[in-house]
Nanobody
Framework: QVQLVESGGGLVQAGGSLRLSCVAS????????MGWFRQAAGKEREFVAV?????????DSADSVKGRFTISRDNAKNTVFLQMNSVKPEDTAVYYC??????????????????WGQGTRVTVSS
């Protein structure tokens, strides 16, 4: 079992930055692929970024956030981060971290993640 707790959300102006954190319980954090997803009001949950167990492959991000968002992890602290720069109003959503086992494009899908946090809300004002 893995429990995930996100933090760092809030209200930010367009063009600003936020850093989301997700702390995991348990000793097996370093074996999981970690992902960030987001869900805007009235929309389906969508992939944002993924990072492999050791910080390498599979590591990728959605086209909509490439060059602006960076995912990283600190296995010694059981924590995964999402650095959000140059945010836009369309980034407004509840952001969720997730843990699972996946490879390739499977990591872009919610199906392959067994554990989810409760979410942290990000609101970007224009």
């Amino acid at each position: 079992q893995v429990q995930l707790v996100e933090s760092g959300g809030g209200l930010v102006q367009a063009g600003g930055s936020l850093r989301l954190s997700c702390v995991a319980s348990g000793r097996t954090f370093s074996t999981y692929v970690m992902g960030w997803f987001r869900q805007a009001a009235g929309k389906e949950r969508e992939f944002v970024a993924v990072i492999g167990p050791s910080g390498s492959a599979p590591t990728d991000s959605a086209d909509s956030v490439k060059g602006r968002f960076t995912i990283s992890r600190d296995n010694a602290k059981n924590t995964v981060f999402l650095q959000m720069n140059s945010v836009k109003p369309e980034d407004t959503a509840v952001y969720y971290c997730a843990a699972g086992y996946c490879s390739g494009s499977g990591c872009f899908r919610t199906t392959y993640y067994a554990y989810w946090g409760q979410g942290t809300r990000v609101t970007v004002s224009s």
